[in-house]
């Protein structure tokens, strides 16, 4: 069972930073905040337990961070 959850959190972690490609013709802005809300997406699975309302409270955290960061 851990190691299920470790491969599934690994899993998430590649996906994000392979759909960071699709930012390349994003501005610094946009990037800023579909990073932060990939981060948050994943921490808030992690901290939640794999809970969809933590990932998605975890994602809606971390776009708004990201595009403030991005200012």
Known sequence: MKIAKNLSICA???????SLNGCA?????GADTA???GVGAV?????TGGSP???????AVGGVVGN????
Do not use: N
């Open 12 to 18: 998430a972690i590649v996906s994000v930073l392979l």
């Open 25 to 29: 013709g994003m501005s610094q802005r």
């Open 35 to 37: 990073v932060g809300a």
């Open 43 to 47: 921490g808030g699975a992690v901290l």
């Open 53 to 59: 309302l933590g990932t998605v409270g975890g994602a």
């Open 68 to 71: 403030q960061i991005g200012k």
